[in-house]
C-alpha cells in the first residue's frame, strides 16, 4: 500500500537529471524543453560510456591504443574513439544541435538536418583521464552547451570563440565505483547518481557547495621543475605547513570531483616551455570553472578568471587553478606577488 511516508522516497526516484531541469527552469516552455532533451541525451551518451567501460578486459577495442592521433598530436585510446562517436550519435536526429566540437575532432561536426531548428553547440571532453582506462582507473567526460550565434554558414564555429560566461549549461560524469553526473544551469550545481536497477541518473545533491577551504592540493609534481618559481613557491609552501594533503590521479574530472565536494585547490599551470598549459579552454577549464563559480568555488589562471577568457581558436589550452576561494586566492597571491619562503 502506497503510504504517505513513502511519497519523498518516490520523488527522489523520479527526479531525473531532464525532469530537474525543468523545475529549474520552472517552466515548460520552448528553451526548458530543449535544455530537459538536451540533459536526457546527455545522460545517455554516458549510461553508455559506463556500460562501455565496466566490460573492459572482456570485449575488443576497449583497452589499448587506436593507432593514430588526435589534433593535438596526442596518441588517441580505443575508448577516446569509441566515446567521441557516442555522443555524436545520441545527438544525431535529436534536432537539438547544429554543431558538436570535441578535443578529438579537428573542426566542429555539424549535422546539418538539425541545423534548421537546432540552434545549440555541444561542447566535450569524451574521455578525460583516457590514460587511467588500461590501470581501471577513474575517467570522466566533460561537457558544455551554448547557443549558436549566427548562420555559421562557413561552417568555423567562430561564435564559439566567446568567454566562458556564454555557456548555459555545463557539466560532467564521473566514471568511478558509481557513475555520477553534476551539471549546472547556472543556478546552483546538482548532482546525480546513475542507479542501475533503474538505468537512471537520480538525484543525490542539490545546491553542492566547495568549501571555503579544503586541505587537497592536487597537481602533478612531475612537473615541478618546468614550473615558474611562483608555482614551485607554493608547492614549497603547502609542503612546510601541517594540514596539507596531496591527491592526484592523473584524471582531471576525478581530481576535480574530490575538491568540489571536500575543498581545496586543483592546478595544471603551464610552464616555462608551454605557458598556455595543456588542457583545453573550451572542452576542458572552462566548463569546469562554470561549475566551480556555480558551487561558490573559484577557477583563475593565476592572473584572470578562467570564465573571462577568450579563446582564439577552438583548441586554444590554458592553465587552470580551480577549487576552494580561500586557496585558489593563495595560489594566486604566490603568482601576483613573489615572496621569499
Known amino acids: 500500500m502506497l503510504t504517505q511516508s513513502s511519497l519523498p522516497e518516490l520523488q527522489r526516484d523520479c527526479l531525473t537529471p531532464s525532469r530537474h531541469v525543468l523545475e529549474q527552469c520552472q517552466s515548460f516552455g520552448a528553451q526548458a524543453q530543449d535544455l530537459s532533451a538536451l540533459m536526457s541525451r546527455i545522460g545517455l551518451a554516458g549510461k553508455l560510456i559506463a556500460r562501455r567501460l565496466s566490460r573492459a578486459g572482456l570485449m575488443e577495442n576497449v583497452l589499448g591504443f587506436a593507432g593514430n592521433t588526435n589534433v593535438q598530436g596526442e596518441a588517441v585510446k580505443k575508448m577516446d574513439v569509441f566515446a567521441n562517436q557516442v555522443f555524436i550519435s545520441v545527438f544525431e536526429k535529436s534536432g537539438l544541435v547544429c554543431r558538436l566540437a570535441s578535443e578529438e575532432m579537428a573542426e566542429p561536426y555539424y549535422i546539418p538536418e538539425n541545423c534548421p531548428i537546432g540552434r545549440y553547440t555541444l561542447l566535450y571532453d569524451p574521455i578525460d583521464g583516457s590514460s587511467n582506462i588500461d590501470v581501471n582507473l577513474n575517467v570522466g567526460s566533460i561537457f558544455s552547451v551554448r547557443v549558436q550565434q549566427g548562420e555559421d554558414q562557413e561552417q568555423t564555429g567562430a561564435d564559439l570563440l566567446q568567454n566562458g560566461r556564454q555557456q548555459i549549461l555545463a557539466g560532467y560524469i564521473l566514471y568511478g565505483p558509481a557513475t555520477v553526473l553534476v551539471y549546472s544551469l547556472g543556478k546552483g550545481v546538482h548532482l546525480f547518481t546513475l542507479d542501475p536497477s533503474l538505468g537512471e541518473f537520480i538525484l543525490a545533491q542539490e545546491y553542492v557547495q566547495i568549501p571555503e577551504h579544503g586541505p587537497v592540493y592536487s597537481t602533478n609534481e612531475g612537473n615541478f621543475w618546468q614550473w615558474e618559481d611562483s608555482i614551485r613557491d607554493y608547492v614549497r609552501y603547502v609542503h612546510r605547513h601541517e594540514g596539507y594533503t596531496?591527491?592526484?590521479?592523473?584524471?582531471?574530472?576525478?581530481?576535480?570531483?574530490?575538491?568540489?565536494?571536500?575543498?581545496?585547490?586543483?592546478?595544471?599551470?603551464?610552464?616555462?616551455?608551454?605557458?598556455?598549459?595543456?588542457?583545453?579552454?573550451?572542452?576542458?577549464?572552462?566548463?569546469?570553472?562554470?561549475?566551480?563559480?556555480?558551487?561558490?568555488?573559484?577557477?583563475?589562471?593565476?592572473?584572470?578568471?578562467?570564465?573571462?577568457?577568450?579563446?582564439?581558436?577552438?583548441?586554444?589550452?590554458?592553465?587552470?587553478?580551480?577549487?576552494?576561494?580561500?586557496?585558489?586566492?593563495?595560489?594566486e597571491s604566490f603568482i601576483q606577488n613573489p615572496r621569499e619562503l
Open 246 to 331: 596531496a591527491r592526484y590521479s592523473g584524471a582531471l574530472v576525478g581530481d576535480f570531483h574530490r575538491i568540489l565536494l571536500e575543498g581545496g585547490v586543483f592546478l595544471y599551470p603551464g610552464t616555462r616551455k608551454k605557458p598556455e598549459g595543456k588542457l583545453r579552454l573550451l572542452y576542458e577549464t572552462a566548463p569546469l570553472a562554470f561549475i566551480a563559480e556555480q558551487a561558490n568555488g573559484r577557477a583563475s589562471t593565476g592572473t584572470e578568471p578562467i570564465l573571462d577568457l577568450v579563446p582564439t581558436s577552438l583548441h586554444q589550452r590554458s592553465p587552470i587553478i580551480v577549487g576552494s576561494r580561500e586557496d585558489v586566492a593563495l595560489v
